[in-house]
């Protein structure tokens, strides 16, 4: 069965800090989704990625297919980022993805 | 602007009720998928679509039904057999066969009283 960790479950940081944001998963993906929902509860996809590396502004997603590990980076933190930041894995099928629990970020101005 | 909308963002409902949650895209998108999230738990898949008049059964089925009668809709009825139907629903989307990025509706909150 898959699972994905996340860590940590709760951070707090301040305004500028660079924050890192872990998840494992215990098979083998296709590719591996990184998601943020706001306190209303909607969701907005992030990034999309199955190796190597991707950046959106101050946002980074890192892949280790081989560690079965992945990492969102996000530079000069703001508290607009303050939001719950989940991964999730699709273990090949996009219909079946398994969703970490998310991580609640808390930036303080 | 294309997205996907859901309606009503809030929902009460006395028990032994059903009540539909309205799920519209108009990205053209014909996979569907209908989650529902509680605290401290991932998103858990109720059902989903790949094309219109078909859907699966996905984790949590029971007590659950669906219809895709038109591509850009994908209504969730939640029946009176779902044993704890208070949580967070959300719908979302994407282009079928292929592995891509899942657009997601702002959510329905049930509250069963």
């Known amino acids: 069965k898959n699972e994905v960790e996340q860590s940590p479950q709760n951070l707090t940081a301040q305004e500028g800090e660079f924050i890192t944001i872990n998840c494992s998963y215990s098979?083998?993906?296709?590719?591996l989704h990184w998601l943020q929902q706001h306190p209303g509860g909607g969701i907005v996809s992030l990034f999309m990625?199955?190796?190597g590396k991707k950046k959106h502004g101050r946002l980074i997603a890192t892949i280790n297919i081989q560690e079965k590990h992945s990492s969102l980076h996000i530079t000069a933190s703001h508290p607009r980022d303050s939001a719950v930041y989940i991964c999730?894995?699709?273990?090949?099928?996009?219909?079946?993805?398994?969703f970490g629990k998310g991580t609640l970020l808390t930036v303080n101005p | 602007d294309g997205g996907i909308t859901q309606s009503p963002k809030y929902l009460f409902r006395k028990e032994g009720q059903n009540v539909t949650l309205s799920c519209e895209q108009n990205l053209n998108h014909d996979a569907m998928y209908w989650y529902r999230q509680d605290p401290g738990q991932g998103l858990r898949l109720i059902y989903y679509s790949q094309i219109v008049n078909d859907f699966q059964k996905g984790d949590i089925a029971e007590g659950y039904s669906v219809s895709r009668e038109k591509k850009e809709s994908f209504p969730l009825t939640v029946t009176s057999a779902q044993k704890n139907p208070t949580a967070f629903y959300l719908c979302?989307?994407?282009?079928?066969?292929?592995?891509?990025?899942?657009?997601f509706g702002e959510g329905s909150r049930l509250t069963v009283l």
């Open positions: 979302a989307s994407n282009l079928a066969g292929y592995t891509g990025e899942l657009f």
């Open positions: 999730a894995e699709s273990g090949g099928s996009n219909y079946k993805l398994t």
């Open positions: 098979v083998g993906i296709s590719a």
């Open positions: 990625l199955s190796s």
